[in-house]
């Protein structure tokens, strides 16, 4: 079975579909409110209706006046290391784009900023960007939660916003100008919902999830799902991501719940950190399951052969030799940017953070090279048709503002990632 590549029914289930009302009218309130507080630059600061002097013209007469393509990315801070990914990502897909003729023939200016992976300090950094002019798209940040604070930001000031990672179910309709490389949470945990229940014969199901917008969010889209199919979720707990480093305490809850299967929805290190301390509360016998998130060469190596078994769901595929070359659905171009990424950053392993980064560029860039970089809709509408090949998937479409991509399972055997034959 090729990389495990599941299923292809609508990605907006029942759950989505119930709630999204409700939650787009509060966001839009949030918004709006955050908008009018938080951007001093205001909106006719990033505005530059008089084309610069140097704008190029394409042979079809596509005008390129602005040249910037921004990050908000974190290179310090508890989440650092995904903004080192990032920032080698954008790097390669900036040069690539260059190497390739760039906008009219003139490059690309990479403009990163460290958002430190703090709300705040990313909508700081968002009030700074769209008051440069030259900027005609920003890639920007890791987690739903720092994206999300500052996308009333660059939706009031009419700036394209490619996130690379933003998976929350609200995001895509935070505004216009919010384009999204990854799914929303509702596909991948809910089509790993349904591989848990039918595989395990609707055995109790326990979460435990990071305390964030995205980790309650997608624990209550588990739940539903779950409950939906017949099944009983008999605990959630969530928490500190980064922080929690004592896992016994939600794991002898869970022990206590007896469940036949467990779901632990985190980072690498964190979801690590609770399967090496299952045994120590005598948690055994239980499935083990968790995100895309860990299909990391990091994650091995913090868990070895304790994850055997594990099953692993998420839009991104594994990058790593020991699964890929045995791979007939990576395609070429899949295979082409690992190998280089892997040749230029040796020290950083290429994986679905790094993948969707250069994606995000890519997107935005050439979006750009096709219509110019005077009309920002005009952005949107061309990003929307998805003209580029894909890093970080099998390939990539759009519905609307919602991003489709394909979900992969893998687990582990004898302590290296493996497809999964459901």
Known sequence: MACGLLWGQPYKTKFWEETK????????????????????????????DTPAAN?????????????????????????????????????????DFNAAGGLGGEDVVLEINDDKGDQKEGINIANKIVGEKDVFATVGSFGSSVTMAAAPVYEKNSMPLVSPNTSHPDFPEMGKMMIPISPIADLERTKTTNLLFEKFGGGDLAIIHQNTDLGVAGAEIMKKTYEDLGGKVVLIENFVPQQTKDFTPILSKAK????????????????ANAILQTEKVGLTGVQLAGPG?????????????????????????????????????????????????????????CDGFAASAYDAAMLAMTAAKNVGTTDPQALIDEMHKAPIEVASGKSMSFDGQYVVKDVFIYTVKDGEFASYNA
């Open 21 to 48: 009302m409700k939650k787009f009218l509060s966001l839009c309130m949030a918004g709006v409110m955050a908008a009018s507080l938080l951007t001093g630059c205001g909106g006719d600061a990033a505005k530059d």
């Open 55 to 95: 704008g190029t013209p394409s042979e079809g007469g596509v005008q390129y006046t602005k040249h910037t393509l921004a990050a908000s990315i974190p290179l310090t801070g508890n989440t650092m290391q995904y903004g080192i990914s990032y920032k080698n990502a954008l790097e390669m897909a900036v040069a």
């Open 256 to 271: 206590a719940a007896n469940p036949a299967i467990l779901y632990i929805d985190g980072e690498y290190n964190d979801v």
């Open 293 to 349: 998130n860990v299909f990391k060469q990091e994650f091995l190596d913090l868990v070895g052969n304790k994850a055997d078994g594990i099953i692993l769901a998420g839009t991104t595929p594994v990058y790593l030799d020991s699964i890929m070359n045995g791979e007939n659905d990576y395609s070429e171009y899949l295979k082409d940017f690992t190998k280089r990424y892997t040749e230029k950053y040796p020290d950083v392993p």
